[in-house]
């Protein structure tokens, strides 16, 4: 393998391991909050997401991504997405402010009047590391950010549950989330990786927002979208199932969200680099999702097939009516990482327009599907986002196809094969779960390392080529 797949594997190393631990230490935080916390408080959390995730991505903007995609970027550039980062975070914490009142009173939620002021702190705390992050992700040092991350989350995470054990509700979230971005940004500041000077540019802040225009209407649109579910159920069914909603949602993305996102982060800007060079280009991102498919399937499948044991034994009986929402949930994310990469092949070469344009689309499938399937209630809204993502793919890999010539069918080719076999294999194993009479732990224990073994042992025998490929790059790292 070349320089730049031996950086990225050992950036995809180091990113996996920075998400491995921190998503190992939110499980078990999540599992400890769960079991002192009420589907309410989740509930609340949830009601407030969509509120955070829009202010936060009208800080950030998109000039990350600006930067990160910069084949030049310099310190005058630094400066002005620190200040504009800085002064974005400002104005989205006082809309944020302002609308408390207003959203506490169309929930009928008095709570959150205040938990939306506390909480919104969080985005002019993070406003302050969005230039490190960037920079060290332009040199794929994932090293170092897990230094920032990892003590952070293992810290907040220990004030929430000792806040959750003395009954402090919602409060043991809120405070983890603050407490959270004070100590990363805090240790990113400490380990002096760039300082800022009084520079800044408009030129360079109108060519950057040139490109991140098309990033943060996108990213707005995703999140009204992504959330509409939430408020929608939050609204015309109750607290309580938004709770089990989202917590089922949580989990899931424990396992799965952030693995993806890792993956995302480590390839863009490695294959930035490359940007000019189309067939290079294809074939790294065949690589990828061959790699990431072959590794995210059968965790996603194992989840979904062991869904019932692993919430009875993790958390309370309170919480079992929310475990046919995280099944249904893991098959809507079945595809998340297929999404991802093809529209990081849009990011990579340039063409945020499309982009928004195929977000566009994609929203209006989204928004005609739920019209119906609120009809038949939170399990028929799941369907209709299951029904969503396999048509949303549709256009996204059409546009790959286009610009790298990496069309539908090839991508089919990638990753239908390991599809299959861990849908086989997830198959046989809810059967066997359903069948044997045993505790659930013991079920966990016996089933899923066993599972995982006959996955390999078919990839093998069927010499699939992402087993292959990754069989190559464990070696290779092995023996540097």
């Known amino acids: 393998m070349n320089n730049l ?14 998400q491995l631990l921190r998503r190992s230490v939110g499980i078990i935080i999540t599992i400890l909050l769960a079991r002192f916390l009420v589907p309410d408080d989740f509930g609340l959390i949830a009601m407030m997401a969509i509120f955070l995730e829009l202010a936060s991505q009208l800080m950030n903007s998109g000039f990350k991504e600006a930067v990160i995609r910069m084949k030049d970027a310099n310190d005058i550039d630094f400066n002005t997405v620190f200040y504009s980062n800085i002064a974005l975070g400002l104005i989205s914490y006082g809309v944020l402010f302002v609308i408390a009142p207003f959203v506490s009173d169309y929930y009928e939620e008095s709570r959150l009047n205040e938990l939306i002021r506390v909480v919104g702190l969080i985005i002019i705390i993070n406003s302050f590391q969005v230039v490190q992050s960037a920079i060290l992700t332009r040199e794929l040092n994932f090293k170092a950010q897990l230094k920032a991350t990892l003590p952070a989350s293992i810290i907040s995470g220990l004030i929430a549950v000792t806040m959750a054990y003395f009954n402090y509700g919602v409060w043991a979230i809120v405070t983890q989330m ?6 990363a940004t805090t240790i990113l500041w400490a380990m002096k990786i760039w300082r800022p000077k009084w520079l800044f540019s408009y030129n360079r802040l109108k060519k ?12 707005l649109s995703n999140i009204l979208f992504a959330n509409m579910y939430i408020v929608i159920i939050a609204k015309y069914f109750s607290v309580t199932l938004v709770g089990y909603y989202f917590f089922s949602s949580k989990i899931k993305q424990l396992v799965i969200g952030q693995l993806v996102v890792s993956i995302q982060a480590v390839t863009y800007p490695a294959l930035s680099k490359i940007q000019d060079d189309p067939d290079r280009l294809k074939s790294g991102y065949k690589k990828v999702i061959s790699i990431t498919t072959f590794l995210l399937f059968p965790v996603i499948a194992l989840l979904a097939a062991l869904a019932e044991p692993l919430l009875k034994f993790l958390f309370s009986e309170q919480w079992l009516p929310a475990v046919i929402y995280l099944q249904l949930m893991c098959i809507v994310a079945i595809l998340q990482p297929l999404h991802a ?3 990081n092949i849009l990011k990579v070469s340039g063409r945020s327009d499309l982009i928004l344009y195929l977000g566009f689309l994609k929203k209006f499938i989204m928004v005609l599907i739920l019209i119906i399937s609120f009809n038949y209630g939170v399990i028929g809204i799941l369907i209709g986002q299951i029904i969503s993502s396999v048509i949303a793919y549709i256009p996204n890999s059409y546009y790959s196809d286009k610009l790298i010539n990496y069309p539908l069918k090839e991508q089919l080719a990638d990753f239908f094969p390991g ?3 861990s849908s086989a294999i997830a198959f046989i194993t809810y059967n066997i779960n359903v069948l044997i009479n045993w505790s659930d732990l013991a079920k966990l224990l016996v ?3 066993s599972a995982i073994i006959l996955y390999l042992i078919g990839a093998h025998f069927l010499k699939l080529n992402a087993y292959l490929l990754s069989k190559q790059m464990i070696l290779e790292k092995i023996k540097r």
């Open 5 to 18: 797949t031996i950086r990225t594997a050992n950036g995809i190393i180091w990113s996996l391991s920075e």
């Open 341 to 343: 990469i093809n529209l």
């Open 419 to 421: 599809l299959i076999l």
């Open 208 to 219: 950057m927002f040139g490109f991140s225009i098309y990033l943060l209407i996108t990213g």
């Open 178 to 183: 603050v407490v959270s971005a004070i100590l």
């Open 447 to 449: 089933l899923a390392p």
